[in-house]
């Protein structure tokens, strides 16, 4: 679609003026003059011989020609400065016919005529007219299909005047006609700097936006645009089409059913009624959301499906059964997130490698034989696309495999199913992963196995080993001992195995864990009770020399029925003082699974 055409009111100002001087017989003394703000000016002005003639001057700047009784005359003068004002005024025997003010252009033209003692005289005056006759003659230019001719005036005019919002607004749909998509954007917001209530200028924004592959961008333009004129059809019916494309089934039904609303005739009303059914059956299809806290994404999936997440990564399948079973008998996905820097290392690539460089790789670890494959967008990111084959749980499957770029994250998705099944599933694995969508990850860890989730500082990094994992400041800090590097290791298992013959009094049971842990690490001060995430729980501060450092830190376990979390804060003599609520604050977000 095209842009629309700026209907802006114009800055052309015309002013008709008639005036009886008195004055003398015989010929007239006409003086232009120019001044202003404005240091210099480009002056082009009618002299006695009927001729144009140009030049730059320094203002204020006049001249004088003698007229015989009857002039047309003609003054125009384009502001040479980088800012500043102009004025024209034209004079007759002493006379001001009339003046004229601007920015960047301004003329002033007539007639004079003298009879006797009498002299007759019209004034028309203009501002910026020649920033209008660029823009004027760079839409004929558009219209005739010659839209380098057209942007080269549109450009002329804002450079006369980088204030004409109407050339800019113009310039973005000359740009985004030729597909100069990122040059039409930024005409547009240039013009949206000057004009930033205008809907138009929204709308065509949204459109270059969406030819330029920058959905979110869009609908935020599209938006806006209904928000200043929401009787806009056309901007209501493309944010529609923009959400069905990203997958968002209900923002597009909604905006296509608002589209009917404001164009109760509209000629395509069969077309758009057909595409809201259809995406009424994707909704009723796809009628379940997966939200992954850890892994920061969202995507629907089918209604009944069974879910599971272990972390950033979610399992998908039919039932509990098919997920389960020990071999491939139903469609599954799974779908995984990682750091994007500590995931680029680890797969020998470099930084700034493309999704299709990720997808490559990984089709070698799953063993997965890659066929065809492509790149675009999906939840707003780049993104590849893989068809492949291969064998698991000792099944022949095909399926699809996705991988999604974001600005810290790697997001997989991998989508199998038997021969047979993959013929009618891959349609509805490729309407789920436009439902995809991104947001900022909750910035909790959580340990499925060990049953327990915590919330640790900002930007630390951890590692994973069953029920138990590490958290650092940095990434080198894994190498280093466990003294040289401050550090919090929450552990999870069953009390048996740390404190035989545990009985029912949990209390009794978190203190034991806690002194018991002390001989097996470090040596502990006095155990205190404590409640931790609901629940009883034990505390004690420790000291003692580990890897060969002095270290200072803390350790809690909390009990329920026969498991336990234990966590523990280690750091040399003299972090310890920084680290300790740094502690706390974890501890104190751990929350444990029934």
Known sequence: MKGRRLALAGVVVGLILTAIVSGCGGGMVVTYQVDGSAAEAAVSYKDAAREMQSLDVALPWETTIKAGEEFAFELEAVNLSDGGTLRCAVVVDGDTLGDMEGRRSVGCSGDVRKSGSSTTSSFRGSADAVVQEHIDRGIDYAE?????????????????????????????????????????????????????????????????????????????????????????????????????????????????????EVRPDAPDRTEVEQDIAELREQLQSLGSTCRNEAGGYAIRYPDGWYEIQKGAETSLAPSQEDYGAPTLSSPLITLFTWPLAETTANLGLQAGAGPEDYLEVFAQRLDAELDESG??????????????????RGATYDGNLAIVVTEDRLFLAEALALPEQWSDFHTTFGEMLKSLSFFTPEAVYRNERGGYAVRPPQGWKYREAGANVTFVEEEADFEKGMGEAPRVIVSAGQVSEIVPGAGADESADARAIVATMAELFVGAGEIEDTTVAGRPAAIADVSDVVDGVMCRGRQAAVVLGERYVYVLGLASMEVWDEMSPVYDELLASLSVGE
């Open 144 to 260: 005739d299909g010659d839209l380098e001719a057209a942007i080269a005036e549109f450009e002329e005019a804002i450079a006369l005047n980088p204030e004409s919002v109407n050339a800019h607004g113009n310039l973005g749909i000359a740009c985004v006609q030729l597909e100069r998509f990122e040059e039409g954007i930024a005409a547009y917001q240039e013009a949206l700097k000057l004009d930033p209530e205008h809907a138009d200028l929204h709308y065509n924004l949204g459109l270059a936006y969406r030819k330029a592959g920058r959905p979110d961008d869009a609908v935020t333009a599209y938006e806006r645009a209904v928000e200043l004129a929401p009787d806009m059809f056309d901007a209501h019916k493309n944010l529609g089409l923009v959400h069905a494309d990203e997958g968002r089934t209900e923002e597009a039904i909604t905006a296509l059913e608002r589209y009917l």
């Open 375 to 392: 790149t675009g967008e999906l939840g707003g990111y780049p993104a590849a696309l893989g068809a492949t084959s291969g064998v698991l």
